[in-house]
């Protein structure tokens, strides 16, 4: 059974930082596209950050330059590491692998706010 599990979410305020990370069982995550997708109060879901193996790295507009997406293939888990954060960064943030069908987490709320 595929689980992948988020954590690292919470209270924030402007300009500060938070990790989040996903860890996954029944899945490899190293050798598979994986995503971070984000959805807002009254908004869609949205790609976030995304990687592949040996190939690049792709951010949304609104998050270069402030989050990075990684992997830790021996933990098997993915990070994004998030900077600078703004108010319209809150939302739940949802990690995906891309296998036979698309596999997601349950989400892990981010809010930043004074």
Do not use: H
Request: hydrophobic content about 30%; overall charge positive; charged content about 15%.
């Amino acid at each position: 059974q595929v689980q992948l599990v988020e954590s690292g979410g919470g209270l924030v305020q402007p300009g500060g930082s938070l990790r989040l990370s996903c860890a996954a069982s029944g899945i490899t995550l190293g050798i598979r596209p994986v995503a971070w997708y984000r959805q807002g109060p009254g908004k869609e879901r949205e790609l976030v950050a995304q990687m592949s193996t040996g190939g690049p790295t792709n951010y949304a507009d609104s998050v270069k330059g402030r989050f990075t997406i990684s992997g830790d293939n021996v933990k098997n888990t993915i990070y994004l590491q998030m900077n600078s954060l703004k108010p319209d960064d809150t939302a739940v943030y949802y990690c995906y692998a891309q296998g036979f069908k698309a596999f997601w987490g349950r989400g892990t709320q981010v809010t930043v706010s004074s």
